[in-house]
């Protein structure tokens, strides 16, 4: 397999530790592992360990929407060494897709959830209208313009699929993966419920931890659960996020 120049493109603080920053951490290194070269561009690369292929780019504090501006003026203007730009969606993202497409670069748009359903949560007036401006406009112009984009969970392609009237090819599902270094079974399950005050702790426990969106598909999850719990009374279903 030919080895690629990537640049990764993404508005966040690598500072913060979420889940969004693991992801991205993950995927980096796991396409250097691979024998590709990144560079990584976000607000702040952190000091997060990365593979030696992967080069951090630290472009500063700001707005999202001013982000896609001071990447391409700094740094991609008068750049022709990349084989594939690969974009974390973030509003407003459209110099750069603009730039791949002028220089024959192919895109990959990454989506991780809908922009219209998560700005219902946010209390700024002004942040939700420039959510619905770039819903409304430029998000389906960055999907059409991709040449491919893919989804976290098949229900987010599905979702943009039919609102836009996007063809469904244009979108692949890849699921997320789990770091099983820093995540895996505890060696004593009774001490952790115990700590944790999941009772009875000899019991079967389900568990869920992270956002709750429709694309999570979390009402699936409890109706299964309402059918297994006839059936047994040892098992316990726990959620938590928001």
């Known amino acids: 397999m ?37 560079w990584l561009y976000a607000k702040n690369c952190g000091k997060r360990d990365f593979d030696n292929n992967v080069y951090t780019v630290n472009v500063g504090s700001g707005k999202c929407l001013f982000f896609d501006k001071k990447i391409y003026n700094r740094y ?27 220089s024959g670069i192919p895109i990959i748009i990454e989506h991780n959830g809908l922009e219209h ?21 430029w998000l389906p112009k960055r999907i059409r313009k991709a040449d491919l984009n893919i989804v976290v969970t098949s229900a987010i392609g599905k979702f943009l699929s039919q609102k836009y009237n996007i063809p469904s090819e244009k979108f692949v599902h890849i699921p997320n993966g789990v770091d099983i270094k820093r995540f895996h079974p505890a060696e004593n399950k009774k001490s952790l419920r115990k700590s944790l005050n ?14 709750m969106y ?27 996020g928001k």
């Open 117 to 137: 359903i998560e700005s219902l949560h946010n209390s700024k007036l002004m942040a939700r209208s420039i959510t619905s401006i770039d819903c409304s406009h």
């Open 76 to 102: 991609l203007k008068e750049s022709k060494e990349f084989d594939i730009v690969y974009l974390r969606d973030f509003i407003g993202a459209m110099r750069i897709i603009d730039w791949a497409k002028k």
């Open 214 to 240: 429709p694309w999570h598909l979390l009402k699936d999850v409890i109706m299964a659960f309402e059918i297994i719990a006839k059936r047994f009374d040892n098992v316990f279903l726990l959620l938590g």
């Open 198 to 211: 999941l009772t009875p702790e000899n019991a079967i426990w389900l568990g869920y931890i992270g956002s």
């Open 2 to 38: 030919a080895k690629l120049k990537i640049a990764y493109i993404t508005c966040y603080d690598l500072n913060c530790d979420t889940a969004a920053t693991e992801h991205i951490t993950q995927i980096v290194n796991g396409l250097g592992k691979l024998g590709h070269k990144i």
